[in-house]
């Protein structure tokens, strides 16, 4: 995945440091619920999954982009494991939802995630049957996309922390 708009210092600099990508509805609770996460060294805010180059949130909006709003986590493997930030992304959303999460709708908000690896797709497959065999979401099926990374667009610099900015406790996640 070609990290379009991030600085080689967004990636957290260290040669172990990966990088996990996740839609969720709006980025900013999304963003908001990894920041927390201890393994973590960055989170930002993008576009990614659509055929617009360097989209803009007014673009993006229009739905004829194709992108979600997504969050590009850096994280230390040796500190948290993939698996250990796949459990905080079906924690934080309602994966059945087609193209939408609460009161946001359109595909920009459809649950994903971009797997940077094959072993990223694989641990994010067998997640999503295990989650779906556990009966969580009863008879609903989980309708989350496991895509290649593409290339994810950084989201203008009002967008990236927003709740913290905004003295905002959390979003409607």
Not at 5 to 22: D, S, Y
Not at 70 to 77: L, M
Not at 80 to 103: A, E, M
Not at 128 to 139: D, I, R
Request: aromatic share 10%; hydrophobic share 40%.
């Amino acid at each position: 995945m070609v990290l379009v708009g991030l600085a080689g210092a967004a990636l957290g600099g260290g040669t172990n440091m990966q990088t996990a990508t996740f839609a969720a509805g709006c980025f900013w609770g999304v963003e908001g619920a990894f920041r927390q996460v201890k393994g973590v060294a960055s989170v930002t805010v993008g576009y990614t999954g659509g055929a617009t180059k360097n989209p803009t949130y007014e673009q993006v909006c229009t739905h004829l982009t194709g992108h979600a709003e997504a969050v590009a986590v850096v994280f230390d493997p040796g500190k948290v494991s993939y698996n250990d930030l796949l459990h905080v992304f079906w924690k934080i959303h309602d994966p059945t939802q087609l193209n939408r999460q609460g009161p946001d709708t359109g595909a920009q908000y459809r649950s994903a995630i971009f797997y940077h690896s094959p072993e990223q797709a694989a641990a994010a497959r067998a997640a999503m049957e295990q989650l779906q065999k556990s009966g969580k979401f009863g008879q609903r099926k989980i309708v989350t996309q496991i895509v290649p990374a593409s290339d994810f667009y950084r989201a203008e610099e009002y967008h990236q922390n927003y709740l913290q900015k905004n003295g905002l406790p959390a979003c409607h996640l």
